[in-house]
């Protein structure tokens, strides 16, 4: 019989076990090297502004259903990239990220003084401590190109959870950057681009949410890399507009 003792676990437990894209994605972003550069490296630049003002342009389209004083989840709000616009657009804002140092960063980026500031809290995407359909919608923007598509339909499931409508963001294959990475990889400049969604794969992962897509919009046709889908509950009935994707 074999019996188990310290020493055999000493032996048996050295085994690396590889930790999962979601807690490799939560732990990036609690470097404080990597959260001190990340203004800097994606938008405090020309380009960058530039982006900022095409996603928040398109999320106004996408929040068009959210009233003003409407409950708005901003998960992740990074380093609160959108989370003083919607609240100062007029949503009451509670903004969440897994990382204290993101959160941080978020808390400077406006004056807590001022009027209808956001609520902070850290949490995850994938545990919300909010009961069923507290929010009027949850924001999700640029978490789910980080993910695994089995982690991305779960952070989705619980943000359906906790709010009345979600919108999220996806990164398609449709521009003329991701032209260029390809070519580059063709003549072996580069490696192998990341993983995009085509059209078809955003159908069948929304088929496989069981939610219903609202409305799909493109931040940038051809310069941005993101969709914003705008999803509510089959439950809710059918609530005006036509469906899309
Ligand atoms: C690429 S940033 C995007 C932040 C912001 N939405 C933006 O557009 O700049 C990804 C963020 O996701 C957060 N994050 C990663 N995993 C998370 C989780 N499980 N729950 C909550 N936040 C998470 C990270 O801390 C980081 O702030």
């Given at each position: 019989m074999h019996v188990m003792n310290a020493?055999?676990?000493?032996?048996?437990?050295?085994?690396i076990i590889p930790a999962k894209a979601r807690d490799r994605v939560a732990?990036?972003?609690?470097?404080?090297?990597?959260?001190?550069?990340y203004d800097t490296s994606?938008?405090?630049h020309f380009r960058g502004r530039l982006n900022n003002w095409a996603a928040w342009r398109a999320l106004r389209q996408a929040l068009s259903h959210v009233a003003p004083g409407g409950r708005l989840l901003d998960i992740p709000c990074g380093?609160?990239?959108?989370?003083?616009?919607?609240s100062r657009a007029g949503w009451q804002t509670t903004a969440v990220d897994c990382s204290e140092q993101m959160l941080a960063a978020a808390r400077r980026a406006g004056a807590a003084?001022?009027?209808?500031?956001?609520?902070?809290a850290q949490g995850d995407v994938f545990r919300l401590p909010y009961p069923d359909r507290h929010f009027d919608v949850a924001v999700c923007v640029r978490l789910f190109?980080?993910?695994?598509r089995d982690d991305r339909l779960a952070a989705l499931r619980e943000l359906a959870r906790v709010s009345k409508t979600v919108v999220a963001s996806y990164y398609h294959p449709y521009t003329l950057k991701s032209a260029s990475r390809w070519i580059r990889y063709?003549?072996?400049?580069r490696h192998a681009p990341g993983?995009?969604?085509?059209?078809?794969?955003?159908?069948?992962?929304?088929?496989a949410s069981g939610l219903v897509p609202q409305r799909r919009l493109w931040v940038a046709p051809l310069f941005s890399e993101e969709w914003l889908v705008v999803f509510r509950h089959a439950s809710a009935g059918p609530a005006g507009g036509a469906t899309q994707p």
């Open positions: 020493d055999t676990i000493a032996v048996c437990t050295p085994r732990n990036k972003y609690r470097d404080d090297v990597v959260v001190g550069r994606r938008y405090n380093t609160g990239r959108f989370s003083w616009h919607f003084s001022e009027a209808n500031a956001p609520a902070f190109n980080l993910l695994e063709r003549l072996g400049l993983r995009r969604l085509t059209m078809r794969a955003l159908k069948e992962e929304i088929a």
